[in-house]
């Protein structure tokens, strides 16, 4: 007794063996050669100028940071002062 596989009107493959569409894939642009993307003077100068604003900000940012560290150092040191002094006075007592 012979099996009996559906068929694909049009094709000679069963559906298992119809295969997938091809995926296309789009060409590759050319790149253009380095005299071609060499930035000026003037663009390397305003890049300096944009990174230099962004190295100053970010030298603030890290000054407000340690400053921030430095205090919060200085009151854990005081509330552990307080509470060594406190300790110090339940066991005296």
Not at 39 to 44: A, H, N, Q, Y
Not at 51 to 65: R, S
Not at 76 to 82: D, E, F, G, M, N
């Amino acid at each position: 007794m012979a099996t009996h596989t559906s068929r694909t009107p049009g094709s000679s493959l069963t559906p298992s063996e119809a295969r997938p569409e091809p995926t296309i894939i789009p060409p590759t642009p050319q790149l253009p050669t380095g005299e071609d993307i060499e930035p000026g003077l003037k663009d390397i100068y305003q890049l300096l100028q944009h990174l230099n604003i962004k190295v100053t900000k970010l030298q603030e940012d890290l000054t407000n940071v340690e400053n921030l560290v430095v205090d919060q150092d200085a009151t854990i040191s005081a509330v552990r002062k307080s509470v060594e002094d406190l300790v110090g006075l339940a066991h005296g007592t």
